[in-house]
């Protein structure tokens, strides 16, 4: 097994952790996909992933439709997707996605926690380079052979396919999303979920305090309601 197996052993889902603020950020992911290629998931591939993505986490259907409906008004606002990297004590590279209506207030709340952690805020490209940036699906694995289906898909850009409890994992990196995507439904495997993640290329283990330092500030990111998502450096538990 590679790093992309590891790195999602790892995390066990960590993030949506908190289904309101899953909602909360599925919503958001609506509301973008409609804004670039409209409300129709049956030409919107984007919309047809987020909606993926809505049914795994068990958003309810009548939730989905407001959100569509919602995002399609002329009056609703864009998100913009904002990247941010610094660091955390202890040499521990930090992203964090966000997707805002308000930058100035993005921008303040993000400075804010690394200043009140220690960590210290950089500039654009200071970490990004330490991280993969990586698409993933999770299909139904149903009369799947995994060894053929590799070999099949390493022309689409494919580098990992594993199996889990929840079905079959497949890693990509992030330009090949779109081929993955298509070749999959073509094939018609059901996509269960689909994402992307950025797999940092070296770890650093932290213990005791230092990783009480470390944590101390990635709760605080995850918790505004601006961030989508938070990748670290640090090697994380099994």
């Known amino acids: 097994m590679g790093r992309a197996f590891e790195f999602r052993k790892a995390r066990k889902m960590k993030r949506w952790s908190a289904m309101a603020k899953t909602f909360t950020r599925i919503g958001k992911d609506i509301v973008m996909a409609v804004k670039e290629g409209g409300p129709d998931p049956a030409s919107n591939s984007r919309l047809r992933a987020v909606i ?7 958003m309810p259907k009548d939730n989905v439709e407001r959100a569509i409906k919602k995002a399609s008004d002329k009056d609703q606002g864009d998100y913009k997707e904002v990247l941010f990297e610094g660091y ?45 940036h990586t698409c993933n699906f999770r299909v139904d694995g149903e009369g799947l052979d995994l060894e053929e289906m590799e070999l099949e898909f390493i022309d689409f850009g494919v580098e990992e396919i594993f199996k889990d409890e929840d079905g079959v994992l497949i890693y990509a990196p992030f330009e090949s999303f779109g081929a993955i995507q298509k070749e999959l439904e073509s094939r018609e495997i059901e996509i269960l979920s689909s994402g992307f993640e950025r797999i940092p290329q070296i770890t650093k283990e932290l213990g005791g305090d230092e990783l009480a330092d470390v944590e101390k500030l990635l709760e605080k990111l995850e918790e505004d309601e601006d961030v989508q998502n938070v990748y670290h450096s640090m090697t994380e538990a099994q």
């Open 88 to 132: 955390a004590p202890h040499g521990i590279a930090v992203l964090i996605e966000t997707a805002t209506d308000n930058n100035n207030r993005t921008v303040a709340n993000v400075r804010a926690a690394f200043n009140k952690c220690n960590g210290n805020l950089g500039t654009s490209g200071s970490v990004e380079f330490m991280f993969d």
């Open 52 to 58: 993926q993505n809505a049914k795994a986490a068990n």
